[in-house]
C-alpha cells in the first residue's frame, strides 16, 4: 500500500463516529468502533463502548452477558479498515472485506460497561490487501489478539459479484 500520509488524509490523529463513518459502511447494530483515538501511518487505535442496550446481549448468555469473540474481532477489523481506508486517495470508490483472521486468542470476558480499546499495526500492505497485527484490552488487561487480513476490492466490483 502506498503511503500517503494519514496526517495528510485526517486533519487530526483522532475520528468521532461522523468521521468514521464517513470511512466505514458499517452502520447499527454492527458499526462496532465509537472513537479513533490514535492514527499514524502504520497503526490506529480505536474505541469500542460496549453498553448493556446492545442487542447481542439479550441471547449470548442473558444471565452472564458476554461480547461475542467474533464481535470482537469484527471490532478490530473495523478498526483496521479506518487505516486502510484513510491510506488512500480514491477510498470513497474502496470496499475493505476481511479476508483472513490468525493466531487469535481470547483471554478474558468483554462485558457490558467495559471500553474496549483495540490496537492495530500494519505488518504490510500492498496496493490490494494489508496484514495487520491486534491486541484489545480492557484497562490494561488484554482481552483478545490476532492477526487479521482485509483485501481492499472497487466497489463496483464488489457489488457485480
Avoid: S, W
Avoid at 483522532?14 to 447494530?29: A, G, T
Avoid at 483515538?37 to 487505535?45: A, E, N, Q, R
Avoid at 478474558?108 to 474496549?116: A, C, F, I, M, Y
Amino acid at each position: 500500500m502506498e503511503p500517503v500520509g494519514i496526517i495528510t488524509v485526517f486533519a487530526m490523529p483522532q475520528l468521532d463516529i461522523l468521521e468514521i463513518r464517513k470511512l466505514l459502511p458499517h452502520r447499527y447494530p454492527f458499526l462496532l468502533v465509537d472513537r479513533i483515538i490514535d492514527i499514524g501511518d502504520d497503526f490506529v487505535t480505536g474505541i469500542k463502548n460496549v453498553t448493556a442496550t446492545e442487542p447481542f446481549f439479550t441471547g449470548h448468555f442473558p444471565d452472564f452477558p458476554v461480547m461475542p469473540g467474533v464481535l470482537i474481532i469484527e471490532a478490530m477489523a473495523q478498526v483496521a479498515g479506518v487505516l486502510v481506508l484513510g491510506k488512500i486517495p480514491d477510498r470513497a470508490n474502496k470496499n475493505v472485506f476481511l479476508a483472513t483472521v490468525d493466531g487469535v486468542r481470547f483471554k478474558r470476558p468483554v462485558t457490558p460497561g467495559d471500553q474496549l480499546r483495540i490496537e492495530m499495526k500494519l505488518l504490510h500492505g500492498r496496493p490490494t490487501r494489508a496484514k495487520m497485527e491486534g491486541k484489545a484490552y480492557v484497562g490494561d488487561a488484554l482481552v483478545a489478539e490476532a492477526t487479521i487480513m482485509c483485501i481492499l476490492q472497487d466497489k463496483t466490483a464488489a457489488q457485480a459479484e
